[in-house]
């Protein structure tokens, strides 16, 4: 080849860097207002309400747009559609509004008891939106949501919902909730959706229920968002999930059950729980960090007309907490403890389930995908309509707890005035 | 073959391998995946292996063919058995294939791009901006192509598993049972006719004579080339299978992309797909130039032309409007189907098998490499 040739094409490969497409679509970063969450509502005039957090941008120097300390813009609009409130907002907002940084997608309570896939499938059909996209029912309206959302310590909303998201990592009090999740969800026939919970807490300072240290060490993560009883801090809560039948919402699990839905899931990693002491229910109470030894075997018996699903499960501890005083960190007392724990464990779980069977009718657990062994084909096992026969299937639960960790303490010493004593 | 301006190159047994895999391979950028959970659905994966077994068979007649007439390609002995005008014929089918499946992929990855990453850019714009660079690589030849492909192959291959190990955390195995899933009969009829995704490893009997080693080694890196794309297709969609699970799978329309985009691992190794983008893009482009001076090399030997270059304007040109024939990009997805994925395997094995039996049966050639 010659040495023209050579050069010509040469030329005309740098050439190519000029003609580029991406002119055609060209989208200036600063041209663009990025949504950090969307909230949807039932609309008054139109069929939505959508909500948009828009990020504010912020000049080193102080000169960008925006008000001083605000660094988000939350505008409401009505439309038919979501797209179409997003092209709304474009009359309003000077900039071209996308979703390509959208976080979290908030759905208000009233709308997803009518049925959500109608709002869902468009976002997982648009470019701009991901499938792992936190998806969040609210109690009340997601515009309210939005707006009384006031994070102390984060200033980038995305991140703030990340973080707090990320808490179900070691409390439990919410489940994976994506887009993708709840799709799945919808569309498998093997299981049902679920997607966090969260609402707005106007100040719920608690109140005398007469519970006892029983009652009260069972109830303590048991609310749903809005009731934490609580003073400061930013007003909203992430706490319990939202059970779907199909694409329509038809109930809440609590924080406390969440954590007992995750471990029949076979999601759980780890929480911090409070049980009664087995020796002085009534009185002390015992603190303990639970995380998942290893994943639970489900298995679902169909061999039977009903179908029996056993879960059993391992689970490590580590001792935070022992009010009474009693040794239970070796020998008998810890074996004693163990099994303690695991029956209470057992029993919580189960209660979850038959929770999920009597009121809700729905297999959030994906025990269903288990029954997938039993069949040769795809179509044998949708024919086997397993979301029906939920239900009525039969569960048993059998946890073993090892106490792994007492924490710093080695035993417990009693306190003088008790020696002798009791 | 006439080897008037390329009687210098003589590629490796490496390149070979190369250049077939990812002229194979190339689909699973497409909508490969989403097509066998539409056909098997959780065993959309038995699809692939069926298809690889049925493939590697059709592969050792075909290269049996090869070892009767050493030094020849397909073309040629097509001409040297069936007779100077059928010969022709069959040559003309094989190369309208090549045009019709090259211009489809050039419309298929045209609209992959503006779905995944520049939405405003028009059709015709894209479908030329991948023409430019296909010219090019046609024109400095196969030399350069193979090489391309020999050199960027191992970081193709480790980006896609990159993809594949990054979504870990999704993996959920229940989701491939039922094991037969859309059942046997229909996993056994779609594992033969889907025998079309590997046709094209014809394309080594088309560029035998480039090649530096004889028909027994052609017949390995052919071997070669299916086990390790079907490996990688196999791999791919039990993720995808397992990521986005069925039904869901059936939706989308390149899940490729969809699988790059779910990829999460923490706040900060998240929206990796961007990176991905590029090794897909440089596999179309690859894929397509491969296509396009494969047919250039065919025309060149139909018409018993000294040389390739000056057709490539002309077949760019038929390849360009083509391309731009389908209506919409359903229409397109449909029309791969129909051609590339249920009667290729007509063009790509059944042809070249059935004149390697008429070959045997008019005993045309020698086992032992003696003149036909």
Not at chain 1, 90 to 118: C, P, Q, W, Y
Not at chain 2, 144 to 167: C, D, E, H, K, Q
Request: aromatic share 12%; net charge neutral; hydrophobic share 45%.
């Amino acid at each position: 080849m010659g040495k023209r040739l050579k050069t010509g094409i040469l030329l005309l490969n740098c050439f190519l860097f000029f003609l580029v497409p991406g002119c055609w679509g060209a989208r200036e970063t600063d041209g663009l207002g990025y949504v950090l969450s969307m909230g949807i509502d039932k609309g008054k005039e139109n069929i939505l309400q959508v909500t948009f957090q828009i990020a504010m941008p912020q000049a080193p120097g102080g000169n960008g747009g925006g008000e001083k300390g605000r660094n988000t813009e939350i505008v409401s609009l009505e439309a038919a559609s979501l797209f179409g409130a997003l092209q709304l907002a474009n009359a309003f907002v000077s900039r071209d509004v996308t979703l390509i940084h959208n976080r979290a997608v908030i759905i208000s309570e009233e709308l997803a008891r009518e049925g959500m896939s109608k709002y869902i499938n468009p976002l997982i059909r648009s470019r701009e939106i991901r499938r792992n996209t936190f998806l969040i029912v609210t109690r009340g309206q997601a515009r309210e949501f939005i707006e009384k959302n006031q994070p102390l310590l984060e200033k980038n909303p995305s991140r703030h919902f990340e973080l707090l998201l990320e808490g179900k990592h070691f409390t439990g009090f919410i489940p994976d909730s994506t887009i993708n999740d709840f799709t799945e969800g919808v569309k498998s026939p093997g299981k049902e959706a679920v997607t966090s919970l969260a609402g707005v807490n106007e100040g719920n300072k608690g109140e005398e229920r007469g519970w006892n240290v029983t009652e009260k060490a069972r109830q303590e993560t048991a609310y749903l968002p809005g009731t934490v009883p609580r003073v400061g801090g930013n007003k909203i809560e992430f706490i319990g999930l939202a059970v779907f039948r199909g694409d329509r919402l038809v109930g809440f699990l609590n924080g406390s059950q969440t954590r007992y839905y995750q471990m029949a899931a076979g999601m759980f990693e780890s929480a911090v729980f409070t049980f009664p002491d087995p020796r002085y229910p009534q009185t002390y109470i015992i603190s303990m960090e639970v995380r998942k030894g290893r994943n639970p075997d489900i298995h679902v018996d169909l061999s039977q007309e009903v179908p029996r699903i056993q879960i059993d499960q391992v689970l490590e501890g580590e001792i935070m907490s022992i009010q009474s005083g009693e040794s239970y960190e070796t020998g008998e007392n810890e074996r004693e403890l163990e099994e303690y724990i695991a029956g209470y464990i057992s029993r919580e779980v189960t209660n979850v389930v038959k929770a999920a069977q009597r009121e809700f009718g729905s297999d959030i657990f994906g025990f269903g995908n288990y029954t997938r062994r039993y069949f040769w084909t795809w179509e044998d096992w949708v024919n086997y309509s397993w979301l029906e026969r939920f239900p009525t299937a039969e569960v048993r639960v059998n946890t073993i707890v090892a106490i792994r960790r007492t924490g710093l303490m080695a035993k417990t010493v009693p306190i003088a005035s008790q020696k002798g004593g009791e | 073959m006439n080897n008037s301006d390329s009687n210098l190159i003589k590629l490796g047994h490496s390149e070979a391998i190369a250049v077939t895999m990812i002229f194979l391979g190339s689909k699973a950028f497409l909508g490969y995946p989403r097509m066998m959970a539409q056909m098997g659905a959780t065993a959309g994966w038995i699809i692939i292996l069926l298809s690889s077994i049925f493939s590697i068979a059709f592969w050792l007649i075909i290269s049996s063919l090869l070892e009767r007439f050493p030094g020849k390609s397909i073309l040629e002995i097509n001409e040297v058995v069936l007779g100077k005008y059928l010969g022709f014929g069959l040559n003309i089918i094989a190369l309208l294939y090549i045009i019709f499946s090259s211009s489809l992929l050039l419309r298929l990855f045209s609209e992959a791009v503006i779905l995944t990453a520049l939405p405003h850019v028009p059709i015709s714009a894209l479908n030329f901006l991948f023409l430019i660079p296909m010219f090019v690589a046609a024109y400095l030849g196969l030399e350069a192509i193979s090489r391309s492909a020999y050199i960027s192959l191992p970081f193709i291959m480790a980006g896609t598993f990159a993809v594949l190990v990054f979504l870990y955390p999704f993996w959920d195995i229940t989701e491939l049972y039922p094991v037969l899933g859309a059942g046997a009969w229909p996993l056994l009829k779609y594992g033969f006719l889907n025998t079309s995704a590997f046709g094209e490893v014809l394309i080594l009997a088309i560029l035998a004579p480039f090649f530096s080693f004889g028909p027994e080694r052609l017949r390995y890196a052919g071997i070669t080339s299916i086990v390790i794309v079907a490996v990688s297709l196999i791999l791919i969609t039990v993720v995808y299978l397992m990521v986005i699970p069925m039904p869901g799978a059936t939706e989308n329309l390149v899940p490729f992309y969809q699988l790059s985009r779910t990829i999460y691992l923490g706040r900060y190794y998240q929206r990796l797909e961007s990176v991905f983008i590029l090794f897909w893009t440089f596999t179309a482009f690859l894929r397509l130039a491969i296509g396009y001076i494969t047919a250039a090399l065919i025309t060149r030997e139909i018409f018993k032309i000294p040389y390739y270059r000056p057709l490539l304007p002309a077949l760019a040109v038929i390849i360009l409007s083509l391309a731009l024939t389908p209506e919409d990009v359903m229409k397109t997805v449909e029309l791969e189907k129909q051609l590339r994925l249920f009667y290729g395997w007509i063009i790509t094995f059944f042809l070249p098998s059935s004149v390697g039996a008429a070959a045997y049966l008019l005993k045309k050639g020698d086992r032992r490499g003696k003149k036909a």
